[in-house]
C-alpha cells in the first residue's frame, strides 16, 4: 500500500486511534494533515512522531464553518485531498431518562454533524481530481446499541447511515466511502472503565481481550488504498468477534 504523493486529512489525530492512523499512514508515504480539539501537549507529541509528515488544524469539529475552512486550509497548502477520516467523537453516558438536551447535542453534532461537514466539503475537492477515499470511525453500539449511552450510539448508527448513503451519491466520481466499526480498544475513552466493568466485557469478546488503536488504524489503512478500489458502502468490523 503506497500513499506517496497523497494527501490525507484525519479528524481526532492527536490522541488514541487518529493517532494511530496519522503514524501509519505517514510510515507508508503520505502527507498526514490531523485536526484536534485543543490538547496542545498531545498535538505535539503526534506531530514529533510524523517529523516532516505532518501538520495539525485546531478547529471545532462540532461548528460548520470550521470545518470547512479546515478543509479549504488542506486544500491551499497541498493542492489536494486524497484521504478524509472522520475520526474524531466523543462520549457523554447516561440513561435515556437522565440524558439531557445539550449532552445529546453535543454528542450528535461531533459524532454526526462534523463528519457530515467534513465529507461535504471534501467531497468537492474530490470530485474535481476525479477519485477519493473517505472512512468514518463508527462503533460497535452504533449496530448493537448500548445501555446508558443512548446518545452515543445514536451518532455512530447515524454515521453508518451516511457512510452507505454517501458511497451511493459519490460512486460515479471513483470516490469510495467506508467505515470502520470498533469494538473495545484500549484508548483514553476506555481507560475510565471500571475493572469490574472491563472484565465483563472481555467476557463477551472471543478473541478475549481488549484491540489496540494499530489494529484499528490497519483497516482504516486498507479501505483508504488501493488495495480495497472495489469496496465501498461496506462496514468493517474489527471487534475481536464482539459482535458478528
Not at 502527507?31 to 471545532?60: C, H, M, P, W
Not at 454533524?113 to 473517505?134: D, E, N, S, T
Not at 488504524?217 to 465501498?232: G, H, K, M, P, Q
Request: proline share 2%.
Amino acid at each position: 500500500m503506497d500513499f506517496n504523493q497523497k494527501v490525507v486529512f484525519i479528524t481526532g489525530g492527536s490522541r488514541g486511534i487518529g493517532r494511530a492512523c496519522a503514524i501509519a499512514f505517514a510510515n507508508l508515504g503520505a502527507q498526514v494533515v490531523f485536526g484536534y480539539a485543543g490538547n496542545e501537549a498531545a498535538a505535539s507529541e503526534t506531530l514529533a512522531l510524523l517529523q516532516a509528515r505532518g501538520k495539525a488544524i485546531r478547529f471545532d469539529i462540532a461548528d460548520t464553518p470550521s470545518c470547512a475552512k479546515a478543509v479549504e486550509t488542506v486544500i491551499a497548502e497541498f493542492g489536494r485531498l486524497d484521504v478524509l477520516v472522520n475520526n474524531a467523537g466523543i462520549a457523554v453516558d447516561g440513561l435515556v431518562v437522565r440524558t439531557k438536551d445539550e449532552d445529546w447535542d453535543k454528542q450528535l453534532d461531533v459524532n454526526l454533524k462534523g463528519a457530515f461537514a467534513l465529507i461535504r466539503a471534501a467531497a468537492r475537492p474530490m470530485i474535481k481530481q476525479r477519485g477519493g477515499a473517505i472512512v468514518n470511525l463508527t462503533s460497535v453500539v452504533g449496530e448493537t446499541g448500548n445501555a446508558g449511552q443512548v446518545a452515543y450510539s445514536a451518532s455512530k448508527a447515524g454515521l453508518i447511515g451516511l457512510t452507505k448513503s454517501v458511497a451511493r451519491e459519490l460512486a460515479s466520481r471513483n470516490i469510495r466511502v467506508n467505515a470502520v466499526s470498533p469494538g473495545l480498544i484500549e484508548t483514553d475513552m476506555t481507560s475510565r472503565l471500571s475493572a469490574e466493568t472491563r472484565a465483563k466485557m472481555i467476557e463477551e469478546i472471543p478473541l478475549s481481550r481488549l484491540g489496540v488503536a494499530a489494529e484499528i488504524a490497519n483497516a482504516v489503512v486498507f479501505l483508504a488504498s488501493d488495495e480495497a478500489s472495489y469496496i465501498t458502502g461496506e462496514v468493517l468490523r474489527v471487534n475481536g468477534g464482539m459482535y458478528m
